[in-house]
């Protein structure tokens, strides 16, 4: 069955969610909640700052970092 949105399979967006899952728990506190704030929540570099009291340049940090040690396919 394909996703209205995006044509990807159910079985796609499962396996997507579980690596996220797991890239997730392997980070700790401040960095996971960057991380979610920015990647699922769809927030802004400066909305994750503020949210987060981190300064852009330490949210970018943290953004960057987390997509070199786990590349995503686009």
């Known amino acids: 069955r394909e ?9 796609d967006q499962v ?3 579980r690596v996220v899952r797991e890239c997730l ?8 909640m960057v991380v979610y704030l920015y990647f699922a929540e769809g927030m802004t ?6 949210a987060c ?8 940090r943290i953004v960057r970092r987390f997509l070199a040690e786990n590349p995503v396919e686009r």
């Open 15 to 17: 396996a997507a969610a």
């Open 25 to 32: 728990n392997r980070l700790t506190g401040r960095k996971r």
């Open 3 to 11: 996703d209205a949105t995006d044509g990807a399979s159910l079985e």
């Open 45 to 50: 570099q400066e909305e994750v700052a503020r």
């Open 53 to 60: 009291e981190l300064s852009l340049r330490q949210v970018g």
